[in-house]
C-alpha cells in the first residue's frame, strides 16, 4: 500500500496562468477528494468522485475550477486564469466507501502548495 | 454557527500529562467522527474515527462520542513531545465529503 501521491509538490505560478495538480489514490479505493486548506483553517472541500463520476462539487468553487478522474484512477485538478486568492495548499484524499453509504476513513496526500504571485 | 468548532488553543500541557481536545457539531444528521494531526507544513493524518457514542481507545489516544451533546473529544495519554501539532477535527456533512473544524494547536512542554 503505497498511500496517496500528488504531483508536483510545490508551484508557483503567475496571476492568469492555468495550473494542474495530479491525484493517485489508494489502488483499491475508489472514493477520490479535492480539499483545499490555507493557513490556521482546516480543509475546506472542493468536489469527490465515486469511481470516474463526479459526485458532488462545493457551490464555494469558481468556474475557473475543474476536475477530473477519467478512468476512475487518478484524478487531475485544474484552475484557470489563477487569481491570488487561489494561493493555499491543494490536498486530495481517498476512501474506500459503499455508494450511497458514509465518507469513508480518508487518507490525505501530501499537497501541493500552490503560491500565485 | 460554524458546522464544526474546535477551541484554537493553543493547549499546552506538560510531558506525561493527559491531553483533552474537544469539538461541537452542528449536524444532528452527521454519522462519522474523525480525528487528524498535522504537523506543521504536512497534510492531515488520520489518527482515530468513532462511528458509535461512548469511547473508543487505539494506544495511547481515546475518542469519545456524544450524539445527543454533538460533541466529540480526542484523549491523548501520557502526552509526548512528538504530539505537539495541530489536531483536526472532522465530521461527515451533507453528502458524502467532510468538514473540518478549524484545529486545536496542542503543544506538549517537555
Known amino acids: 500500500d503505497t498511500g496517496v501521491s500528488q504531483n508536483p509538490r510545490h508551484k508557483i505560478t503567475k496571476r492568469g496562468q492555468n495550473v494542474t495538480f495530479r491525484c493517485d489514490p489508494i489502488?483499491?479505493?475508489?472514493?477520490l477528494y479535492w480539499y483545499r486548506q490555507t493557513l490556521g483553517q482546516g480543509p475546506e472541500f472542493l468536489t469527490y468522485f465515486q469511481n470516474e463520476a463526479q459526485l458532488e462539487k462545493s457551490r464555494l468553487l469558481s468556474d475557473r475550477f475543474s476536475a477530473e478522474r477519467p478512468k476512475g484512477s487518478f484524478s487531475t485538478l485544474e484552475i484557470q486564469r489563477t487569481e491570488q486568492g487561489d494561493s493555499a495548499m491543494y490536498l486530495c484524499?481517498?476512501?474506500?466507501?459503499?455508494?450511497?453509504?458514509?465518507?469513508?476513513?480518508?487518507?490525505f496526500g501530501p499537497g501541493t502548495r500552490l503560491t500565485v504571485t | 454557527q460554524k458546522e464544526v468548532e474546535q477551541n484554537s488553543g493553543p493547549l499546552s500541557v506538560p510531558e506525561g500529562a493527559i491531553a483533552s481536545l474537544n469539538c461541537t457539531y452542528s449536524d444532528r444528521g452527521s454519522q462519522s467522527f474523525f480525528w487528524y494531526r498535522q504537523y506543521s507544513g504536512k497534510s492531515p493524518e488520520l489518527i482515530m474515527f468513532?462511528?458509535?457514542?461512548g469511547d473508543k481507545e487505539d494506544g495511547r489516544f481515546t475518542a469519545q462520542l456524544n450524539k445527543a451533546s454533538q460533541y466529540v473529544s480526542l484523549l491523548i495519554r501520557d502526552s509526548q513531545p512528538s504530539d505537539s501539532a495541530t489536531y483536526l477535527c472532522?465530521?461527515?456533512?451533507?453528502?458524502?465529503?467532510?468538514?473540518f473544524g478549524a484545529g486545536t494547536i496542542l503543544r506538549v512542554k517537555s
Open positions: 484524499a481517498s476512501s474506500l466507501a459503499k455508494e450511497g453509504a458514509e465518507p469513508g476513513e480518508q487518507y
Open positions: 472532522a465530521v461527515n456533512g451533507r453528502g458524502n465529503k467532510l468538514v
Open positions: 489502488s483499491e479505493h475508489n472514493r
Open positions: 468513532i462511528y458509535s457514542n
